[in-house]
C-alpha cells in the first residue's frame, strides 16, 4: 500500500477483555515496529520486527502483551485482560530496513479501556 | 540503554520567530531522525540526519555525531509548525531499536 495502515483507528474496550490491533506495512519494509504514547507522552517502544530475526520484546510491559508478524508483512499486537493504564494510541511504523532505514508511521489505533 | 534528551520541553512563540530544537544522545548512533507529530497525532518524517546538514524550505537539521547532538531550526514559524518534534535514535549495533525522546512541544501564536 502507500502507506503504514492501521485498524482499527480507535478502540473501545472493557476491562478484562482482549484486544487485537493490525499494522499493514508499506509494501517491501523489513523492519516493523510498535509503539504506545499515553496522552500528552513521548512514544514508548514496545517491540520490534526485523525480517525473518527473532523480534525484540524488550519493551513490552507485561506478558499481556504480545505480538506477531507473518514473514515481512501484517502485525498484530495483542492486549489480553486489558487494564485501565493500557489506554493509550498504539502506533505501528515501518521501515525499509532495520538499519539505517527512515520510519514511516501509521495513523495509530486509540485504544480506550473503561 | 541509549538516553534522547530534548530541549527544551516546551516552546511558545510568535509566528514569524525563529527557533532551535536540541536533542542530545548518550552513545554512537547509525541513524538520527527528526519528527513532527501534528495536533491530530499524526507523525511525519522530516529529517533522516545521522551526520551533517540538510536543509528543507523554512526547516534545518544538523547532526554533530562525534558530540552527540542534534539542532533542528525552525525559521520563519508558522501556527501550522505548532505541535510535538519527536528526535529518535538508533544505536551502533546490529538491528538495535530506535529509541525517541520525550520531544518539545511547539505552540505558535497567530
Known amino acids: 500500500g502507500a502507506g503504514v495502515s492501521q485498524s482499527p483507528s480507535n478502540k473501545v474496550t472493557e476491562k478484562g477483555k482482549d484486544v487485537e490491533l493490525r499494522c499493514d506495512p508499506i509494501?517491501?519494509?523489513?523492519?516493523l515496529y510498535w509503539y504506545r504514547q499515553r496522552l500528552g507522552q513521548g512514544l514508548e517502544f514496545l517491540i520490534y520486527f526485523q525480517g525473518n530475526s527473532a523480534p525484540d520484546k524488550s519493551g513490552l510491559p507485561s506478558d499481556r502483551f504480545s505480538a506477531e508478524r507473518t514473514g515481512e508483512s501484517v502485525s498484530t499486537l495483542t492486549i489480553q485482560r486489558t487494564q485501565q493504564e493500557d489506554s493509550a494510541v498504539y502506533l505501528c511504523a515501518s521501515s525499509p530496513s532495520g538499519l539505517l532505514g527512515k520510519l514511516f508511521f501509521g495513523s495509530g489505533t486509540q485504544l480506550s479501556v473503561l | 540503554g541509549i538516553q534522547v534528551e530534548q530541549s527544551p520541553p516546551d516552546l511558545i512563540l510568535q509566528e514569524g520567530a525563529n527557533s532551535t530544537l536540541r536533542c542530545n544522545f548518550s552513545?554512537?548512533?547509525?541513524?538520527l531522525q527528526w519528527f513532527h507529530q501534528n495536533p491530530w497525532g499524526q507523525l511525519i518524517n522530516l529529517f533522516y540526519i545521522p551526520s551533517g546538514t540538510k536543509q528543507n524550505g523554512r526547516l534545518s537539521a544538523t547532526t554533530v555525531a562525534t558530540e552527540r547532538y542534534s539542532l533542528l531550526y525552525i525559521s520563519s514559524s508558522q501556527t501550522t509548525d505548532s505541535g510535538v518534534y519527536f528526535c529518535?535514535?538508533?544505536?551502533?549495533?546490529?538491528?538495535?531499536?530506535?529509541?525517541f525522546g520525550k520531544g518539545t512541544r511547539l505552540h505558535i501564536l497567530p
Open positions: 509494501s517491501g519494509h523489513t523492519a
Open positions: 552513545d554512537s548512533v547509525n541513524n
Open positions: 529518535a535514535v538508533e544505536r551502533k549495533l546490529r538491528d538495535d531499536k530506535i529509541i
